[in-house]
């Protein structure tokens, strides 16, 4: 494998979808529709395993990580949660998320703007992501001189991506700690 290549499995690798809450309708949607507009919305991103279920759906609501429906409709805002959380739940177990949670429904401005705002904010931060990688791993590989090329290069070149990926895991899990501390929140 050489370089481009390797850009190619990041971009393949890492989601890219240009969602944001005004996708999501002003009117509140039954759990079919939520599904489709969901699934739908981050179809580039996901395969079959991926995507959203309606046990998911119940399993957050379970947890207290949706605040509660008003009948059988989802607002806005509960759509936001859902894809916060769909962003969330392959790093974060669900207490950390819902640590997260409760601590942004405590910010003194908080509401459905702010929501929205913060779930478009983050969504162009991804963007950001993938081009920040590329420059990361190519920098590292390259200075270490590393031949994607050779497997045995190739192997230390993934062991390497793992590592990265769970210090990456582990500087959220003491971000959600000091979230926790800062609101005085039970986990």
Known sequence: MNF????????????????????I????????????????????DTNDEK????????????EGLLKPIQG???????????LLIYQLKNTLKI?????AFTAMTQWEDYNEEVL?????????LRGFEKETIQKCLTK??????????NEKDFFIAMLSVATMSYALKSIAEHMIAAITEKHNLDK
């Not at 059988?72 to 859902?82: A, D, N, P, T, V």
């Not at 207490?95 to 640590?99: E, F, L, N, P, Y």
């Open 4 to 23: 481009d290549e390797l850009n190619q499995l990041i971009d393949d690798s890492i989601m890219s979808s240009d969602f944001r809450s005004k996708n």
């Open 25 to 44: 309708p002003n009117i509140d949607l039954y759990m079919d529709q939520v599904m489709t507009l969901i699934n739908d919305g981050f179809s580039s």
């Open 51 to 62: 995507r959203l279920t309606k046990t998911m759906i119940h399993n957050y609501s379970k």
């Open 72 to 82: 059988k409709k989802y607002s806005k805002e509960h759509i936001l949660q859902m």
């Open 95 to 99: 207490s950390d998320i819902k640590t």
């Open 116 to 124: 929205a705002d913060s779930f478009d904010r983050f969504m162009e």
């Open 140 to 149: 590292e590989l390259s200075e270490i001189h590393l031949d994607l090329e």
